[in-house]
């Protein structure tokens, strides 16, 4: 079982915050994380060549908004192309769109979702496109007593059109704040409570998060066309 | 059914506050809240859970649990977010079968746990 683990989904709130998350990632048994973008104090390097301190790896991540206009607008701006982007889609229809579209490289599922929709298509589209599914442990976590159940209610019903064996499913911690981080092992034991067996995360905050930060910095190659398709020149 | 083997797991509390205590009362009185709101009476009832040592100052501690248990204690100890009123996280450190092994793991990894054998709070009972 590999030991690396990455952290997907971390949300600093303060610049000054960075030093802490490496104490807690030590800690926690992380060696990379990826960071959500949406503020620019970070001032990170490009893609390829990440933030490193300390043997902590920093990556950058940008999460959208669910509703397709906003979605477009953001995506046609060039600076996303070398980061990695999910999309959290309020409802099936955007999360359709979403999966079509080659620049996005999967979904982040949370427990705003409505858990009553059929969310069969997306998850033959999902297999299909070869994206990730991400799913969000922080409401797990912080949710209070009352919550919980509504919580793993909706998480249940968005398991159930997945299929662990031929999906990429990805566990994250992400609340916000380094006190959002949480030791990989127990996150995995979380899943547990919405019948994701320990079986399917093995991969699931290792493989899988790095596959997606590999396949992210190969598209910057300049012969790479697309859906894995590179230039080769004659010599 | 199989029978039940016991485990040992070394935690530690990450607080705010380094300088803050917790009272053992607090810890315990959380966990098993915790865990009964995520496993239930059955699930609490399987855990075998018991607090074997706890230092307060240094927030270390040592929890011996049935081995069936382990990975649903961890997330248990994941939902506790608060203590005393402040933001924490609870970390295991390490997980072994015997008392002395766990000291000895936990104390190469954590500086914690060595300055608090020093002070003889992990004495075996």
């Known amino acids: ?235 | 059914m199989n029978e039940e083997r016991q485990r040992y797991l070394a935690f530690e509390i990450l607080t705010e506050d380094p300088s803050l205590n917790v009272p053992k009362e607090e810890f315990v009185k959380e966990l098993w809240k915790r865990v009964h709101e995520l496993w239930g009476a059955s699930g609490a009832a399987k855990s075998g859970l018991y607090l074997i040592n706890y230092d307060a100052h240094f927030k270390t501690g040592l929890l011996r649990y049935s081995h069936i248990f382990r990975n649903e204690l961890e997330a248990a100890l994941c939902r506790i977010t608060s203590l005393a009123g402040t933001k924490v996280a609870v970390t295991s450190i390490v997980t072994c079968a015997t008392v002395h092994r766990a000291k000895k793991k936990a104390t190469d990894r954590n500086e914690a746990f060595e300055k608090a054998l020093e002070f003889g709070t992990f004495n075996e009972e």
């Open chain 1, 1 to 235: 079982m590999p030991k690396t683990y990455v952290e997907f989904n971390l949300n600093l709130e303060r610049e000054n915050e960075l030093d802490k998350a490496v104490f807690f990632a030590q800690h926690m048994d992380y060696k990379d994380i990826v960071v959500n973008n949406d503020k620019e104090f970070l001032k990170f390097k490009d893609f390829p060549e990440p933030l490193e301190i300390q043997g902590i790896k920093f990556y950058r991540k940008v999460i959208l908004t669910g509703v397709i206009k906003n979605m477009q607008k953001q995506l046609s701006k060039e600076r996303f192309k070398n980061h990695v982007v999910m999309v959290k889609p309020i409802s099936a229809k955007e999360a359709t769109w979403a999966v079509l579209q080659p620049m996005i490289d999967g979904l982040f599922l949370s427990a705003d979702l409505s858990g009553r929709e059929t969310w069969d298509n997306v998850a033959s589209l999902l297999n299909k496109h070869g994206k990730i599914v991400e799913f969000d442990m922080s409401p797990l976590v912080f949710c209070s007593e009352k919550e919980l159940s509504r919580i793993l209610r909706t998480y249940i019903r968005l398991l159930q059109p997945l299929n662990p064996n031929k999906h990429r499913i990805v566990l994250s911690s992400g609340g916000s704040g380094v006190w959002g981080l949480r030791r990989a092992k127990a996150i995995r034991g979380l899943s547990k409570a919405f019948g994701l067996g320990l079986q399917y995360t093995g991969y699931s905050m290792s493989v899988y998060p790095r596959q997606l930060i590999k396949n992210n910095i190969e598209k910057l190659r300049p012969n790479y066309l697309g859906g894995g398709v590179w230039v080769i020149k004659d010599e």
